[in-house]
Protein backbone atom coordinates (compact mmCIF):
# COMPACT_ATOMS: atom_id res chain seq x y z
CA UNK A 1 0.00 0.00 0.00
CA UNK A 2 1.46 3.72 -0.93
CA UNK A 3 1.46 5.75 1.68
CA UNK A 4 2.86 9.29 1.22
CA UNK A 5 3.40 11.23 4.09
CA UNK A 6 4.02 15.42 4.14
CA UNK A 7 6.15 17.45 6.67
CA UNK A 8 7.19 20.89 7.11
CA UNK A 9 4.15 23.21 7.00
CA UNK A 10 3.75 26.05 9.69
CA UNK A 11 3.15 29.29 9.77
CA UNK A 12 5.85 31.83 8.13
CA UNK A 13 6.02 35.62 7.70
CA UNK A 14 5.75 37.06 4.37
CA UNK A 15 8.86 37.04 2.10
CA UNK A 16 10.01 34.33 4.68
CA UNK A 17 10.82 30.17 3.53
CA UNK A 18 9.88 26.87 3.78
CA UNK A 19 10.57 23.73 3.21
CA UNK A 20 8.10 20.60 2.57
CA UNK A 21 9.01 17.32 2.25
CA UNK A 22 7.55 14.31 1.17
CA UNK A 23 8.39 10.47 2.37
CA UNK A 24 6.95 7.45 0.95
CA UNK A 25 6.37 4.20 1.78
CA UNK A 26 5.66 1.19 -0.30
CA UNK A 27 6.41 3.42 -3.21
CA UNK A 28 9.67 4.33 -4.83
CA UNK A 29 9.60 7.86 -6.72
CA UNK A 30 12.28 7.25 -8.73
CA UNK A 31 9.54 5.05 -10.58
CA UNK A 32 7.56 7.28 -11.52
CA UNK A 33 6.11 10.99 -11.76
CA UNK A 34 5.88 12.75 -8.92
CA UNK A 35 5.12 16.44 -7.55
CA UNK A 36 3.16 18.90 -5.42
CA UNK A 37 -0.48 20.24 -5.32
CA UNK A 38 -1.74 22.81 -2.96
CA UNK A 39 -5.26 23.72 -2.17
CA UNK A 40 -5.41 27.76 -1.12
CA UNK A 41 -8.39 29.50 0.42
CA UNK A 42 -10.60 29.83 -2.25
CA UNK A 43 -9.32 28.29 -4.73
CA UNK A 44 -9.85 24.57 -6.40
CA UNK A 45 -6.76 22.74 -5.83
CA UNK A 46 -4.01 23.59 -8.39
CA UNK A 47 -0.60 22.29 -9.51
CA UNK A 48 2.30 23.49 -8.26
CA UNK A 49 5.19 21.35 -9.68
CA UNK A 50 6.55 17.95 -10.73
CA UNK A 51 9.61 16.21 -11.68
CA UNK A 52 10.36 13.04 -13.75
CA UNK A 53 13.00 10.29 -13.07
CA UNK A 54 15.25 12.41 -15.42
CA UNK A 55 15.02 15.53 -13.37
CA UNK A 56 12.74 17.24 -15.41
CA UNK A 57 10.50 19.72 -13.43
CA UNK A 58 7.31 21.80 -14.34
CA UNK A 59 6.26 23.76 -12.73
CA UNK A 60 2.78 26.20 -12.08
CA UNK A 61 2.21 29.58 -13.59
CA UNK A 62 2.08 31.55 -10.54
CA UNK A 63 5.55 29.80 -9.33
CA UNK A 64 7.30 33.17 -10.86
CA UNK A 65 10.74 31.28 -9.66
CA UNK A 66 9.69 30.67 -5.95
CA UNK A 67 9.34 27.19 -5.74
CA UNK A 68 11.50 24.40 -6.38
CA UNK A 69 10.67 20.62 -6.58
CA UNK A 70 13.90 18.14 -5.77
CA UNK A 71 14.45 14.70 -4.84
CA UNK A 72 16.43 12.69 -2.68
CA UNK A 73 16.62 8.99 -4.19
CA UNK A 74 18.83 7.79 -1.14
CA UNK A 75 15.74 8.68 1.09
CA UNK A 76 13.16 8.56 -0.69
CA UNK A 77 11.67 11.78 -0.28
CA UNK A 78 10.71 14.63 -2.10
CA UNK A 79 10.57 18.30 -1.27
CA UNK A 80 9.30 21.87 -2.25
CA UNK A 81 11.46 24.63 -1.31
CA UNK A 82 9.40 26.96 -0.98
CA UNK A 83 10.71 31.12 -0.74
CA UNK A 84 9.55 34.69 -0.82
CA UNK A 85 6.47 34.04 0.69
CA UNK A 86 3.11 35.74 0.72
CA UNK A 87 -0.26 35.53 2.08
CA UNK A 88 -1.86 34.00 -1.15
CA UNK A 89 0.27 31.14 -1.03
CA UNK A 90 -1.42 30.08 2.30
CA UNK A 91 -3.16 26.49 2.01
CA UNK A 92 -3.03 22.96 2.35
CA UNK A 93 -0.02 21.32 0.70
CA UNK A 94 -0.04 18.52 -1.36
CA UNK A 95 2.59 15.57 -2.17
CA UNK A 96 1.44 13.03 -4.83
CA UNK A 97 3.33 10.31 -6.67
CA UNK A 98 2.39 8.00 -9.86
CA UNK A 99 4.05 5.20 -11.09
CA UNK A 100 5.10 4.92 -15.08
CA UNK A 101 2.56 2.71 -16.90
CA UNK A 102 3.47 -0.55 -18.74
CA UNK A 103 3.43 1.54 -21.84
CA UNK A 104 6.20 4.08 -23.56
CA UNK A 105 4.33 7.37 -21.87
CA UNK A 106 6.95 9.39 -19.66
CA UNK A 107 5.10 12.53 -19.62
CA UNK A 108 5.11 14.44 -16.19
CA UNK A 109 2.70 16.39 -15.32
CA UNK A 110 0.04 17.71 -13.16
CA UNK A 111 -2.40 15.96 -15.14
CA UNK A 112 -0.61 13.03 -15.10
CA UNK A 113 -0.72 13.00 -10.95
CA UNK A 114 -4.64 14.25 -11.47
CA UNK A 115 -5.26 10.86 -13.01
CA UNK A 116 -4.55 8.26 -10.62
CA UNK A 117 -1.76 9.77 -8.79
CA UNK A 118 -1.52 8.56 -5.03
CA UNK A 119 -1.33 11.49 -2.93
CA UNK A 120 -0.72 12.58 1.09
CA UNK A 121 -2.60 14.06 3.34
CA UNK A 122 -1.73 17.46 3.19
CA UNK A 123 0.46 20.01 5.28
CA UNK A 124 -0.85 23.47 6.32
CA UNK A 125 0.99 26.72 5.44
CA UNK A 126 0.22 29.96 6.92
CA UNK A 127 2.22 32.85 5.28
CA UNK A 128 1.38 36.24 7.42
CA UNK A 129 1.94 39.81 6.29
Known amino acids: QVKLVESGGGPEQAGGSLRLSCAAS????????MGWFRRVTGKEREFVAS???????RYGDFMQGRFTISHDSAKNEQYLQMSNLQPEDTGVYYCAARPWGPGPNRYCSGGYLEERGNWGQGTQVTVSS
Open 26 to 33: GYTFSTGC
Open 51 to 57: MDTNGFT
